[in-house]
């Protein structure tokens, strides 16, 4: 059975050009005018485009004493409602917990998922069975990309030390670090402090991570990535001052990828005064909302580049989970929500109002994170060949965020009240109809592990330079007698 997507504008990253697209067994046959097959999608009037990768996503994820309460099943759901055909998700093994069997709880997990999806590894702790699981992890189970927290001391933490081991062992691997770029130890000291004067609300959580600490923390994994030899990808970049960092190693010739959140472009930090505790609870996460300057810095960094990819970091509580915090703000469970948002809200925020062309918008929300996280082009391009993950984006449709009619299982939506014009007419994962005219179509398990090599272009060049230059003895001729 083919399909044919008809009469639609295509548009990648790099083209913008009138064609159909035959879909047959998943993948992407045939781009050309005037095509027929079995079945037709109107594409009349739409942009279509790579389906979304949100390459940032925690699905019931075991976190502060609860689980985040979308699992695959909701989550990759309301991303498919969003646009967003595949989502990459953090497997987090305890501390002192093998990689391995961590892998595997991940993947009893996401069985239920109804888009594709691929797994990043968290390093939490280090000790030598963590340096020889990593290989397993990169030659066996297709993950090449390795998460990396400065924060949360106490529980996911890592030091200096365990860092540029982990990163010099990726280096020998061709695999990618992520890192959660906030300085841990100063956090959590300025956390005690505020809690001991009485600063207990969700504000209190704004105060403990003011910009610097993120800026200091980004400084130093680059600096460590740069001795390790190896590229950098910065998680939920949110501030101007980790953007600064981003931007001067790029200039210097560096790679390293900055990912801003949309919740962070489009919410600021006047969200945590807000009188309901509740309200305020439910907008905490690591790091927190920022002021109007930093929200400019994030949208200049992705129309100059020196931004790589928009993500979502995806990680709902309901408001019972956040009141786990009512009066310690340090006990609130840290996450937002944003899979089914991110799309549309990109494109209003960004695409309506001139700030990022539509081949802008693919590539920082599909084709940047296929080719970082080395999936491209099976994944974020419209090519013969390349995977039916595909949106047909309808610039027309619009409405109004709400959680009452949203797909996440949470019971709110921290874009409540917002107007997106851009919505999904259909989407497509692997040649699936999931979504038809805003109606949801999905079927549990339908979504595939997209297994990921290691050894990207980018590794291969670090580490042939790094090779050439690297410190050798000077071979001398003439040596001084000892002792003199
Ligand atoms: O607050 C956040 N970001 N929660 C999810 C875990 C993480 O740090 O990415
Ligand atoms: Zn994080
Ligand atoms: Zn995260
Ligand atoms: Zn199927």
């Known amino acids: 059975m083919s399909k044919v997507i008809k009469g639609g504008t295509i548009v990648t990253a790099d083209l913008t050009y009138e064609a159909d697209i035959k879909v047959e067994e998943g993948v992407i046959t045939e781009i050309g005018p005037n095509l027929s097959g079995d079945e037709v999608l109107d594409a009349t009037g739409c942009y279509v485009m790579p389906g979304g990768i949100d390459p940032h996503v925690h699905l019931e994820m075991p976190f502060m004493g609860t689980y985040s309460s979308d699992d695959f099943l909701s989550g990759t759901s309301a991303a498919v409602a969003g646009g967003t055909t595949m989502v990459v998700d953090f497997c987090l093994p305890d501390p002192g917990q093998n990689l391995l069997d961590a892998l595997t709880r991940w993947d009893n997990k996401s069985t239920r998922a109804v888009c594709d999806y691929s797994f990043h590894m968290a390093v939490t702790w280090w000790d030598k069975p963590v340096f020889e699981q990593m290989e397993t992890v990169v030659k066996e189970k297709g993950i090449n990309s390795f998460k990396h927290f400065l924060a949360y001391k106490g529980a996911l933490m890592v030091n200096d030390d365990e860092l540029f081991a982990s990163f010099q062992r990726c280096a020998e691997l061709g695999a990618l670090p992520l890192v959660h770029a906030e300085n841990g130890d100063v956090v959590a000291s300025m956390a005690a402090k505020l809690l001991s004067e009485g600063n207990v609300g969700p504000e209190a959580h704004a105060y403990s991570r003011p910009p610097e600490v993120e800026g200091e923390a980004t400084n130093r994994a680059i600096m ?30 560096m790679r390293v990828y900055g990912e801003p959140l949309i919740q962070h472009l489009t919410l600021d930090d006047s969200e945590y005064f807000n009188k309901d505790w509740d309200h305020s609870a439910r907008r905490v996460m690591s790091p927190p909302f920022r002021n109007k300057q930093h929200q400019d810095s994030l949208w200049a960094g992705l129309q100059s580049g020196s931004l790589s990819v928009v993500a979502t970091d995806h990680c709902a509580f309901s408001t019972e989970q956040k009141r786990f915090g009512v009066n310690d703000f340090t006990k609130i469970p840290n996450g937002t929500g944003g899979l089914e948002d991110r799309m549309p809200m990109l494109w209003t925020y960004g695409v309506t109002t001139g700030r990022l062309t539509m081949n802008e918008f693919v590539a920082v929300t599909s084709t940047n994170s296929a080719k970082i996280l080395n999936m491209y082009p099976q994944k974020g391009a419209i090519l013969v060949g390349s995977d039916a993950d595909i949106v ?41 109809v999931v979504v038809e005219e805003s109606v949801l179509k ?43």
């Not at 398990?445 to 997209?450: A, Q």
């Open 392 to 432: 047909v984006w309808d610039p027309e449709l619009s409405k109004t965020i709400t959680a009452e009619k949203q797909v996440s299982a949470i019971d709110y939506n921290v874009f409540e009240g917002k107007k997106v014009k851009g919505l999904p007419r259909f989407t497509l994962s692997r040649g699936k």
């Open 224 to 253: 460590i990535a740069d001795m390790a030899g190896v590229p950098l990808y910065v998680v939920h970049t949110s501030c101007e001052q980790s953007h600064e960092a981003i931007r001067r190693a790029r200039q210097k010739g």
């Open 442 to 484: 999905v079927e549990e398990g339908h979504g595939k592990f997209v297994a990921r090599k290691p050894f990207q272009a980018v590794n291969k060049s670090l580490s042939t330079w790094k090779d050439l230059v690297a410190p050798r003895p000077v071979q001398r001729s003439g040596i001084p007698p000892s002792g003199v």
